[in-house]
Structures are given as structure tokens and as C-alpha cells.
């Protein structure tokens, strides 16, 4: 299968940064979107940025209108990568963050299966 590997989630003060890294290995031809997804206790599970395309030059970029002018996302597509700059942070940013990951395998294009990180915490607190 495919697995999302995330890194990067700890413990900020507001104001600060952090900047979170997931990547997708496995049997994978093609990762035709990634991004990154949150979720606090009691609430659902909801997209904060993703990255959508399999080619750079096609590829679009979905940001959440609550972090827009703090966080950003980037991502190396042949490294099937994705990182989230989460710059400004809030208490209310604390969350466990997941990587998503849609991925198509050899003779499937362009049908995708999705696949979840495990998830990294994300703490923002005075």
C-alpha cells in the first residue's frame, strides 16, 4: 500500500511558526493530490491546504479562508513531499494535523485511492 509519513508538529507560542513535511512512498505512480487536513476534539476533520494536479504546471492550491495570510503550501511532486508554513499561530490553529494523500497506481491512472497520515500534533499556547 501507501504510506503518509508527517513530521514537524510540536509545541508554539502564539505569534510563532511551524512547519509541517509529509511524505508518500509505496506503490505509487502518481500522487495527483496532497495536502493537509486538521482536527480538534469533538469536531470534524477539516482542509486547511491542498495541493491538487499531478503536473506543476496544472497543479492548484486550495487554502481555508481562516488561515489565508499565515500558512502556505508547497509541495515536490517527484518526491511525492508536501510541507505547510503555518506562520501567525493561534491557539485555536491547535489541532492534530493530517497529510492526505490521493494516489493512482501503475495501469489504475487515473483512478486515485485516498490514503491519511497518522497525524502530528500541533500545540499553540502561551
Known amino acids: 500500500q501507501v504510506q503518509l509519513v508527517e513530521s514537524g508538529g510540536g509545541l508554539v507560542q502564539p505569534g510563532g511558526s511551524l512547519r509541517l513535511s509529509c511524505t508518500a512512498s509505496?506503490?505509487?505512480?502518481?500522487?495527483?493530490?496532497m495536502g493537509w487536513y486538521r482536527q480538534s476534539p469533538g469536531k470534524e476533520r477539516d482542509l486547511v491546504a491542498i495541493i491538487t494536479g499531478a503536473v506543476y504546471a496544472n497543479a492548484t492550491t486550495d487554502i481555508t479562508d481562516s488561515v489565508k495570510g499565515g500558512f502556505t503550501i508547497s509541495r515536490a511532486t517527484p518526491k511525492n513531499t508536501v510541507d505547510l508554513q503555518m506562520n501567525k499561530l493561534k491557539p485555536e490553529d491547535t489541532a492534530v494535523y493530517y497529510c492526505?494523500?490521493?494516489?493512482?497506481?501503475?495501469?489504475?491512472?487515473?483512478?486515485?485511492?485516498?490514503?491519511w497520515g497518522q497525524g502530528t500534533q500541533v500545540t499553540v499556547s502561551p
Open positions: 509505496g506503490s505509487i505512480f502518481i500522487v495527483s493530490a
Open positions: 492526505s494523500g490521493n494516489v493512482a497506481h501503475r495501469g489504475n491512472w487515473p483512478s486515485t485511492d485516498h490514503y
